[in-house]
């Protein structure tokens, strides 16, 4: 296919993860835009196998631009719904304004349209470039409250690190067999972005409950407890996560629905630099106050 780059010496290439050289210069053009190295997926088992990544390559073979789809199905509001996230959408300085972006947002959604995909996702700082696609701003609340009373501890708790293989395969293990945590928005299965964020952000505690057979993702500061994930099988009352994990809060933040964790928040609106876009008949069930877990951002 004729690509907006053609005149310009530029190799249209799509799903070309298989080939190392192309994934480092993806690696690279991430890096050098936003200042991140998701070269670290190589230590948690490679990158996203699910992931369909559209973009274009200089006669040197340097990624000058891209823009990625991948599946990440959800639970929205009881139902499970094919969802494709977007993410890792950059463009070199040099080659911006020049309709690459573009070109690719049309060969990714064009992409997830035949592939059945029926919602859309993105995080994004300029929700500008996505209205003409059809998303809109879903605003996102956390929820909070005082805790609820409290609960004796149960069975015994660990604390996890991804640095050490026995935690990472039990972190995975757990990832790929859990329920959603909330029944109304929450992420239904999906592993990559739960890692990179574990890896990313240095004040996330992960604790395994082996009661629960579950992993807990949460922050603590002098003013609240922020429950940011459970995955597992089963998912714990919250009453039962505060007294695994020794916590006495004043207030607790759920930052997902908790409509599964036997107490309920207020809901606030969650204040971020980047917001939520979606698109999708699912989108119009979404009619409360919701937030993404921040194990799920990508
Ligand atoms: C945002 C970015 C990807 C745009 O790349 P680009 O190749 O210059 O974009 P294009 O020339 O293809 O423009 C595509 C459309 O987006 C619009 N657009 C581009 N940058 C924009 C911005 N900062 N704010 C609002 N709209 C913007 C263009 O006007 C164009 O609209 P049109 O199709 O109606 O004419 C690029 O500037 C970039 O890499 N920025 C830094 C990283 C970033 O912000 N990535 C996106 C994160 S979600």
Redesign the pocket.
Known sequence: MPG?ADSHGLTFRQDYFGEPAAWAGLVALLHD??GIDVGIQDRFGGPDPTSMPFGYFDEAGTCV?N?SAFSMPLMIDGRLVKAAG??S?????E???????????HRAFGWCDVQGFDFGL?????????E?YGFRILSQHRFSGPPPAGAKPVGSLRALSLEKSADLALVMRLLRERTPVSSIFAVAAQTEMFLLNGHFDPDIQLAYLDQFDSIVAWKSDETSFQLLDIAGRTIPPLSAVLAALDQNPHRVDVCFPPDRLQWQGVPEPFVSY?SLMIRGDAADRLTGPVMLSPMAEF
Do not use: E, I, N, S
């Open positions: 907006a835009t936003f631009a823009f977007f993410q959408g950059a463009v070199r300085p080659w911006r304004g020049r309709g690459l972006y573009r070109d690719l947002m993105l995080l994004t700082d300029k929700p500008a470039v996505y003409p980047t």
